[in-house]
């Protein structure tokens, strides 16, 4: 069988389009011509049945420290020791091993512990601009929600949120494919995040207290717990992680909606509908567009033949929109039921499966129930400014919107 490059296939750049619509066109018109394109690092996937299948397929593997030697991170520096402990990048039982500890400390006890602190988060957001009637809603809403959320789950005092936020921009620039570029800034915040957690951390082993810092240190499973490094590493990872993707993932919200009036107006009138509005606009503009593999083995895709050795883009936000998985994909419909065994591919799927998905989902369904309930209409207020090609998360830098009726 030919390869895959051989084979006469749509080539896809990444973020060819200005805007999310356009955006979606392409990986429509891709997907009809083929299951499978080519693009600059490798395949990319584009069918919903494919990239389910993909994920759980013992053949791929995650995107490991291929990635971030690719993406120019000195092997060995402290950078890179990081991302050697965040689960992502890991595979088999070390994966499996800090995946089981961690998940034994972040409980869903723990995450739905953080309701009402996140609803008052939002909340007071949108007070300090509800009187003027607009605002630019990445700057105002977006960006300041979910840093504090992720400071108290971990058990960083109020003090020390805008701390976390600068070191959490600064570690994000690690997962852009020319990080190697912002070397420095990343090693100087992952120092300086290193050397406030080290404090928190002997602090907690001296008085532990209800966050999830403690429950780290103490979590142990047959003999078994986290050593000092990887406890950096995961409160690191939960920085990182938890942060750019919530906040995108919020300003994509808002952004469709903001282009859906008569569902704003439908989740107004029926505000109980708010956990699968949220489902709907998460699957609709998801802040992970993609996700990356590689090929261990030589796979059949579609027909098409990737050879061992090639990284393979599972597009999951073209399978998001299939409709040969689901009926009306190209429709946005807060009131759809999707059919039974259908995968939102937002929060990924097999092994690495989002450890986050319900905290996130808690956040954005109490930011979309606050503004929806405070918010008559929500319309475009000037142009919305799509990040640039390069940046991992999908979402926006700046989205000006207006309530005003
Ligand atoms: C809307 C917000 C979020 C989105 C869209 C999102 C999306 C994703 C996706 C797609 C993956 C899998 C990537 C892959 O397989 O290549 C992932 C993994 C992960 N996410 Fe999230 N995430 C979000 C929020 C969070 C939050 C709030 C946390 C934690 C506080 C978190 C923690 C993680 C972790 C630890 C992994 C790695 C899991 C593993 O490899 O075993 N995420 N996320």
């Keep these: 069988m030919t390869t895959y490059l051989d084979a006469d296939l749509p080539v896809l ?25 080519k693009g600059p690092f490798g395949a990319i996937v584009l069918r919903h049945e494919d990239v389910v299948a993909l994920l759980r397929d013992r053949r791929l593997r995650g995107p490991g420290m291929d990635f971030a030697r690719l993406a120019g991170i000195p092997e060995g520096g402290r950078a890179w020791k990081r991302q050697e402990q965040i689960l992502l990048f890991m595979e088999g039982d070390d994966h499996h091993r800090l995946r089981r500890l961690v998940s034994a400390a972040f409980t869903p006890k723990a995450v739905e512990a953080l309701r009402p602190f996140t609803r008052s988060v939002i909340s007071r957001l949108i007070d300090d601009v509800e009187a003027d009637g607009e605002c630019d809603a990445v700057a105002a809403l977006c960006d300041p929600y979910p840093i504090p959320v992720i400071s108290e789950l971990v058990g960083v005092e109020m003090d020390r949120w805008e701390d976390m936020s600068r070191w959490a921009s600064s570690i994000l620039l690690s997962l852009r494919f020319d990080a190697g570029q912002f070397i420095d800034e990343i090693e100087q915040a992952q120092a300086e995040l290193d050397e406030f957690i080290d404090g928190l951390i002997a602090a907690r082993r001296a008085e532990p207290r209800d966050d999830l810092l403690s429950r780290l240190i103490a979590v142990e499973e047959a003999g078994d717990r986290l050593s000092p490094s990887e406890l950096l590493s995961v409160v ?14 919020l300003s994509n919200i808002i952004h469709t909606f903001s282009e859906h009036p008569e569902q704003w107006a439908l989740l107004r009138e029926r505000p109980e509908l708010v956990s699968a509005a949220v489902e709907e606009a998460i699957r609709w503009e998801p802040a992970t567009e993609a996700l990356p593999r590689f090929a261990l083995d030589d796979v059949e895709i579609g027909g098409h033949l990737v050879p061992a050795g090639t990284i393979v883009v599972l597009m999951s936000m073209a399978a998001n929109h299939d409709e040969g998985s689901l009926p009306g ?77």
Excluded: K
């Design 236 to 249: 690191s990872m939960m920085l990182v992680a938890g942060t750019d993707t919530t906040r995108n993932q």
């Design 329 to 405: 994909a190209d429709r946005f419909d807060i009131t759809r039921e999707a059919p039974a065994g259908w995968h939102l591919l937002t929060f990924g799927g097999g092994v690495h499966y989002c450890l986050g998905a319900s905290l996130a989902r808690l956040e954005l369904v109490e930011a979309v129930a606050e503004l929806s309930a405070r918010f008559p209409v929500l319309r475009p207020a000037g142009d919305a400014v799509r990040h640039p090609t390069g940046s991992p998360i999908a979402g926006y830098a700046s989205l000006p919107i207006t309530w005003r009726p």
């Design 13 to 37: 750049l990444p973020r060819a389009a200005d805007t999310s619509e356009a955006t979606r066109a392409i990986l429509n018109s891709a997907r009809e011509a083929s299951p499978v394109a």
